[in-house]
């Protein structure tokens, strides 16, 4: 069987999670890399082996002469539509990073042009493929919690009152983002929400800029909403000071603790900041450990999702994060922005909820 052959945009940070990953995935091979800074192409390009004659500094140039069926786009939203339409058109499939699109418009623009030009389109929502929310994931359709009550999802870090302006940081664009928090890792926390909980009827945010160096929101707390009673929230802050194993260190670099509580008439599951999970039973008495201690295991879910969308488009089933279902995950961002700068609560698919 032939291999599928990759051509990856932007050999920036993080595309060392695709390419470490697409690496371990059978059936595909590395073929491609653009990127329009030389030195950061010459660099991954060397380290994955890919010959010079792969080597392209724009899109339009690699979607001529490269051998391949599938572009990886891993560079920022404002870049999305433009190398979308120009894959879309040369009949390439696509992965698209998160945050997928800078409005809907633009989102549904994208879900059209891949749609029109008979490609498959998927969003790359990794969060959901850590190994802690498919442990979580699990438990529910197992049915370990029951009913649903209550859902608690808190995320800490001291990252962005170290982002001083000689401070040397990893995505250094952190600073000038005018919405920050909700919508880089909104991103990720909706789309798992959804994964986990389905899309909730209204939301109502606060939201706030702490650090003097960053632009966007930097914390804020949401208050979901469902119809059938279940409510949750999320209390989210990357300007925290959290108890650490090691002290921070000059390296400014996220240090991402999550937690959640999930509720239910017959169970409990604990999500600890160190990874690990506990489930408590219905009568509360003890709680065994479903999942030890680890870090958040990027790489993994990168392999996880890759795989998924590789064995997706072989057989012709749906992706999990097509570009359409994230219409809706991107509805909650902005849905966040917007009840923060009302303060008022914001609603989903209220017109369909109330024809029902
Ligand atoms: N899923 C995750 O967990 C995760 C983590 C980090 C970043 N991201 C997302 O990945 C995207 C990239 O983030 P990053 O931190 O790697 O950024 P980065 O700035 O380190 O890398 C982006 C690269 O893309 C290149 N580039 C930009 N536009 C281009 C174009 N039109 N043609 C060719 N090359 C182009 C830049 O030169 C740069 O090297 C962002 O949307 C970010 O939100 C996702």
């Known amino acids: 069987m032939s291999k599928w052959k990759i051509g990856l945009v932007g050999t920036g940070w993080w595309s060392e999670k695709h390419l470490g990953a697409w690496q371990r995935i059978e059936g595909v091979q590395i073929q491609a890399l ?31 002469n490269a051998d391949i069926d599938i572009v990886d786009i891993v560079t920022g939203p404002d870049t999305h539509v433009e190398l979308v339409r120009q894959a879309a058109a040369a009949g ?22 891949a749609r029109a030009a008979g490609v498959r389109l998927m969003v790359t929502e990794n969060w959901r493929w850590l190994s802690r929310f498919r442990t979580i994931k699990r438990l529910l359709d197992e049915g370990r919690c029951g ?40 991103a990720h926390w909706y789309d798992t929400w959804r994964f986990l909980f389905g899309t909730p009827s209204r939301l109502y945010a606060e939201t706030a800029s702490v650090s003097p160096y960053v632009r966007g929101e930097d914390a804020g707390i949401v208050a979901l909403g469902y119809d059938d009673g279940r409510y949750g929230y999320m209390d989210m802050s990357w300007a925290t000071r959290q108890k650490l194993d090691a002290p921070l260190g000059e390296d400014v670099g996220p240090v991402h603790l999550e937690q959640m509580i999930v509720d239910g008439e017959d169970g409990s599951i604990k999500l600890y900041a160190d990874g690990a999970i506990g489930l408590v039973r219905r009568d509360g008495g003890g709680e065994s450990t479903v999942l030890e201690a680890h870090p958040l295991d990027h790489e993994e879910s990168h ?43 914001v609603y989903f698919n209220r017109e369909e909820r109330e024809a029902t």
Do not use: W
């Open 34 to 64: 653009c990127d329009r800074d030389p030195e950061r192409l010459a660099a991954k390009a060397g380290r994955y082996g890919v010959r010079e004659a792969d080597r392209y500094g724009d899109l339009a140039s690699m979607l001529a």
């Open 92 to 113: 390439k499939h696509i992965l698209c990073q998160k945050p997928f699109a800078r409005n809907e418009e633009e989102a549904r623009e994208m879900v059209e042009l």
């Open 303 to 345: 392999v996880r999702l890759q795989s998924h969308f590789i064995q997706c488009l072989a057989d012709g089933l749906p992706f999990e994060t097509s570009g359409e279902d994230n219409l809706t995950t991107l509805r909650m961002i902005f849905g966040t922005y917007e009840s923060a700068a009302g303060h008022v609560p």
């Open 147 to 186: 009913k649903l009550h209550a859902i608690r999802y808190i995320h800490s870090d001291y990252y962005t009152p170290r982002m001083r302006p000689d401070a040397l940081l990893p995505q250094p664009f952190f600073r000038e983002m005018p919405r920050l928090l909700f919508y880089e890792m909104g």
